[in-house]
């Protein structure tokens, strides 16, 4: 078995196997996030596989939404690069429960993955294009001790959070539209904290 979206088509095989596997039309949800964003997430580790990604997945397979998770990564881009894009975007979700046992899920919620980069120009434009589209609902951020260190480390408008705010806001100064941003901030009772601007 592959984690691939080639290797996926045999659902049999990785059902016997134990894995739950996603109940919605990936291939469509693919296609609807090219045309239609709705939500973006900066950070693409551990934790925004484990939370956001599979919320999401559970959105779709609810039929609650129709675009996929667009996952944005800034500090490492080999996690995009080695990671995602050789296993088409597919990850997997392990549970470990009270019993002992292991839940395993195939999380294909994400559906298009991109370097927060200025030189990787063919992301940085679809960043730019996202944002200004008038689909998109929410913008979610993972914000660890990484990207408070770049800060320390380099100016307002070089380090990876200042591109990341840079591409977030100044589309939507136009008046078109509304979308949300939620943090995700590890440690704290209230991890999320979230905000709406036009």
Known sequence: MKLTACGLQDRDAWKKAGYLLPEFDIPAA??????????????????????????????????????G???VEGYDAQIIDRMYLPHDNLSILATLK?????????IGSITEALVLDRERRD????????????????????ITEKCA???????????????CAGACFSPKLSGKGHFA??????????????????
């Open 69 to 71: 998770l667009i996952a």
């Open 30 to 67: 693919l296609a609807h996030t090219r045309t239609a964003p709705q939500w973006i997430h900066f950070g693409a580790g551990n934790i925004f596989r484990a939370f956001q990604a599979n919320l999401a997945q559970k959105l779709l397979e609810q039929g609650l939404m129709e675009s």
């Open 98 to 106: 009270a019993d002992g046992t292991v839940d395993k899920t195939v």
């Open 123 to 142: 992301d940085f434009m679809r960043l730019k294009e996202i944002f200004r589209s008038p689909t998109l609902q929410l913008a979610s951020f993972t």
């Open 181 to 198: 941003h939620l943090r995700t901030l590890p440690g704290r009772r209230s991890p999320h904290q979230s905000g709406q601007h036009g």
């Open 149 to 163: 260190h770049q800060r320390a480390q380099r100016s307002a408008s070089r380090h990876r959070c200042g591109l």
